[in-house]
């Protein structure tokens, strides 16, 4: 029991981890950079010590150092060398790339607009060249006005203004003549009432095309006389008559009234 108690702490012992745990590859730079001034002081009290081999030793303790550190750092829980680098974490700084492009953005003001001079001397000179190697095959010649037509397109842009109103016109005068019409087929297609019948009746007297029966009222069939004869029958049924209208009988000429 005792053999496997002690086995097993020594395992834990083997596994326990004693590297110190960091978040950031640049702050331990940072502090190695920082003691290494300090490392570097310390043969400075070694005057018997050639120069040569204090630059030795003093090289092969800062390496040893900064080995050392790494190899007992870890990380976010890596060994150094499995680390990412502090360059690839940091964010670009949006100052620094916008100096580096305004230093870049006025070197090329300056090279480019030389560099390009010669090119477009060169270019015009050639433009020269081929227009003086042109030559007019064609002569150009002068359009001629014709009178006639000058005087015809003169007159039509005068009668126009005109023209447009009468049509205007006439498409107003259209409209109110096909309104009218409307209104006339909306009056002969319209039926006579019965008042209408009646009265048309008496002023014209009996006609053939009157004496058929009135058409029928709400449905029931009924025949009406005129007002005239209406009056008629029912003086005859009183047995009273009107009194017929006095003749006009006319004078004699010369014979005293």
């Given at each position: 029991m005792e053999s496997e108690k002690s086995k097993t702490s020594l395992s834990a012992e083997t596994n326990e981890e004693y590297r110190v745990q960091v978040t950031s590859k640049k702050e331990v730079i940072e502090q190695i950079n920082k003691y290494k001034e300090v490392l570097k002081?310390?043969?400075d009290g070694q005057p018997n010590m050639a120069e040569e081999t204090k630059q030795v030793l003093l090289q092969e303790l800062l390496a040893n150092f900064e080995a050392a550190v790494q190899d007992n750092v870890l990380v976010d829980g890596k060994p150094w060398e499995e680390a990412s680098d502090p360059e690839e974490n940091?964010?670009?700084d949006l100052d620094v790339l916008l100096d580096d492009t305004i230093v870049e953005t006025t070197r090329r003001r300056c090279a480019y607009?030389?560099?390009i001079l010669p090119h477009v001397?060169?270019?015009l000179k050639a433009e020269r060249k081929l227009m003086g190697l042109y030559e007019h095959?064609?002569?150009?010649?002068e359009v001629v006005k014709d009178p006639v037509q000058e005087t015809i397109m003169s007159d039509l842009s005068a009668v126009a203004p005109g023209m447009v109103k009468q049509a205007i016109q006439v498409i107003k005068s259209i409209n109110t003549l096909q309104k009218q019409a409307e209104g006339l087929c909306e009056v002969l297609s319209m039926k006579p009432s019965l008042t209408t019948l009646e009265i048309h009746r008496d002023v014209f007297d009996c006609s053939s095309q009157f004496d058929a029966p009135l058409p029928s009222v709400g449905g029931a069939t009924r025949s009406r006389q005129p007002?005239?004869?209406a009056t008629e029958e029912a003086a005859a049924a009183h047995c009273y008559v009107?009194?017929?209208?006095k003749r006009h009988h006319p004078v004699a000429?010369?014979?005293?009234?």
């Open positions: 002081t310390a043969l940091e964010p670009p607009p030389r560099k001397v060169h270019s095959t064609v002569e150009t010649q007002i005239k004869r009107p009194p017929n209208k000429e010369g014979k005293p009234q």
